[in-house]
Nanobody
Framework: QVQLVESGGGLVQAGGSLRLSCAAS????????MGWYRQAPGKQRELVAV???????NYADSMKGRFTISRDNAENTVYLQMDSLKPEDTAVYYC??????????????WGQGTQVTVSS
């Protein structure tokens, strides 16, 4: 069983920075990709950033140039560095691990989420 635990959220003023961490209970090397998603009240969960097992990254357009996803395989941890934060970035941020098994097909694991609040 895989457990993902997010941390690093909090309250920050617009223009400030936060770094989120996602610690996995086991090696993250076995996953096809790790990612960050977010969900604001009344809105759908949206992709923030993804990093593949090979290290390639992809970002939602609104995050490009402001957010950076990275991984530390030795620590089994994925990070999201968030700079130039805006009030519209306020949301619960979730860590995701994606993989595929021959028995169950595609599998997604989720953390419990961490709240990020950006004040004006």
């Amino acid at each position: 069983q895989v457990q993902l635990v997010e941390s690093g959220g909090g309250l920050v003023q617009a223009g400030g920075s936060l770094r989120l961490s996602c610690a996995a209970s086991g090696s993250i090397l076995g996953f096809t990709a790790m990612g960050w998603y977010r969900q604001a009240p009344g809105k759908q969960r949206e992709l923030v950033a993804v990093i593949s097992s090979g290290g390639s990254t992809n970002y939602a357009d609104s995050m490009k140039g402001r957010f950076t996803i990275s991984r530390d395989n030795a620590e089994n941890t994925v990070y999201l560095q968030m700079d130039s934060l805006k009030p519209e970035d306020t949301a619960v941020y979730y860590c995701n691990a994606h993989t595929y098994t021959s028995l169950w097909g595609a599998l997604d694991y989720w953390g419990q989420g961490t709240q990020v609040t950006v004040s004006s």
